[in-house]
């Protein structure tokens, strides 16, 4: 890309950065109280919820790790696709509501406060387990989003990785700080529409290479080898249900324990909004993972194997090979997008755990509304700054960690809702017990030989359903109704 591709390019970003601030800044002038900020005091509406909920729970994975790796596998790729479309049609159409309305009943602003809320007797010890574990993993997670920030901007301008990512991170930490949840959710509305309009142009951008060229994608399917023109990869037997298992395993992770996501759920309004935020949320999914699977096998086709160095950049590589650059500057402000509103989502994870979690409700310091707000905003300057330290110091290996979040909290607590949802013998030992148990086995599971074979992310569901199953049949829980609904 030349210097003139470049700096439109730049300019585009710079302009999508100055409309983050932004929102920001707006929602930092109005008067807000905790609940505003940490669930935006149910007063947005269900179709920016939805767009919230999506650009967060997509990332840089959607544009960098399943591009990547369905332009390497080929058809079969699309498992993983199904997996997590499936896991999400789930999240919306059955969960949602369960959220929305206990979330009213209990009077709760996260995650960790409602499983808490639900077991009086065990509620301390739920709290600083859950909001250790969560401040533990989101960290480095929240470390991985500023590193691929870095990369990004690296890769089309060739701006120092390390500057790079300070400065995109101190952005995210500012409008983060500035408006809590409403400004998050609002910029994450916007970064969803670059996100949805990416995954539209790029694939029309291929087909049309392809047309023009006359590549028959079939046979550029085949000469991969691999079973890359199969829909289940050429394989058969148990190596091919290890294959089906471990790609539909992202299923599981949307179950409700990805406290950044459920959070979309807990700020609904009414049910005219969570009808509309359904619809809004499996339309955008539909159309973003159509396009992300066709971009995928459409590279397939144009570029031969081993043609890009990283596989995971094959995406910008098709956008700036294809695409008129004031084109490819709107792609590659939805791939930041993707990254942005993940990291903004996590970090406010990490801030509500410390604040509301640990120091309002654990400790039992009693704190004015007000006065939380201030101490949160605290907390997210504190949070990002930590977690721009762990990127800088870390570097690539803090992408292994995000495979033990998404087993160790995602599957973990998701394991947690769906038992106290759908299954009244439920106890707080055996929460606790889960909790303790999904942690150690993400990661232990994860360092084995045995991750080769099954991966973490089905691995640790089935292992903490069933922890959690025989220890509340065990120890079941004591005076179970006498709950204070009323709890704050």
């Not at 199904?82 to 789930?90: H, N, R």
């Not at 602003?109 to 600083?128: E, M």
């Not at 144009?302 to 650059?325: A, C, N, R, W």
């Not at 759908?422 to 929460?431: A, L, R």
Request: contains cysteine.
């Amino acid at each position: 890309m030349n210097f003139s591709s470049s700096t439109i390019v730049f300019a585009e970003i710079i302009v999508y950065i100055l409309m983050m601030l932004f929102v920001g800044v707006y929602f930092s002038r109005k008067k807000l109280d905790h609940a505003d900020y940490f669930l935006g005091g149910n007063k947005l509406p269900g179709w920016a919820l939805a767009f919230s909920e999506r650009a967060t729970g997509e990332s840089a994975y959607m544009f960098l790790g399943a591009v990547g790796f369905i332009y390497v596998t080929g058809l079969s790729g699309i498992w993983i696709l199904s997996g997590m479309f499936l896991g999400i049609l789930f999240s919306w159409l059955v969960l949602a509501k369960k959220f929305m309305k206990e979330t009213k009943k209990y009077n709760v602003y996260t995650l960790t406060d409602y499983i808490a809320v639900k077991f009086p007797n065990h509620s301390n010890v739920i709290r600083w387990l859950s909001s250790i574990i969560m401040v533990i993993f989101f960290t480095c997670y929240l470390a991985a989003q500023f590193s691929g920030v870095g990369k990004t901007l690296y890769s089309f301008s060739g701006l120092n990785i390390t500057v790079g990512t300070v400065i995109i991170s101190l952005i995210i930490i500012a409008y983060s700080c500035m408006g809590g949840f409403m400004s998050v959710v609002w910029t994450d509305t916007i970064q969803s529409f670059l996100m949805l309009l990416a995954f539209i142009i790029v694939p029309i951008a291929g087909f049309a290479e392809i047309q023009q060229n006359d590549i028959a994608i079939p046979s550029a399917l085949s000469s991969m080898g691999n079973g890359a023109d199969s829909w289940i990869g050429g394989l058969s037997g148990l190596a091919l249900g290890a294959m089906l298992f471990t790609n539909l395993s992202w299923f599981f992770g949307w179950l409700g324990g990805q406290p950044q996501l459920s959070s979309r759920f807990m700020a609904l309004r009414d049910e005219k909004e969570l009808k509309i935020g359904q619809t809004v949320a499996i339309v955008w999914t539909l159309i973003v993972y159509v396009g992300a699977f066709l971009s995928a096998i459409f590279a397939s086709a144009i570029y031969k194997q081993g043609t890009i160095e990283d596989s995971e950049m094959i995406l910008p590589h098709m956008v700036f090979d294809l695409l008129p650059p004031w084109v490819a500057g709107i792609i590659i402000a939805g791939i930041l997008a993707a990254i942005m509103s993940t990291a903004s989502s996590q970090l406010l994870v990490i801030t509500t755990s410390v604040s509301e979690d640990i120091i309002h409700k654990a400790m039992g310091i009693t704190i004015k509304s007000t006065a939380l707000v201030k101490l949160s905003r605290f907390m997210v300057i504190i949070s990002g700054l930590v977690g721009i330290v762990v990127s800088l110091a870390s570097g690539s290996i803090i992408y292994s960690m995000v495979s033990f979040a998404w087993a160790g909290v995602g599957n973990t607590f998701s394991v947690i809702i769906l038992m106290i949802f759908f299954w009244k013998k439920t106890s707080g030992t055996g929460v606790v017990a889960t909790i303790i148990t999904g942690f150690l086995s993400a990661i232990l599971w994860s360092i084995s030989p045995l991750e080769a074979i099954v991966s973490a992310k089905a691995s640790t569901f089935f292992i903490c359903l069933i922890v959690g199953i025989v220890v509340s049949l065990w120890y079941p829980e004591k005076q179970l109704e006498q709950i204070n609904e009323h709890a704050s």
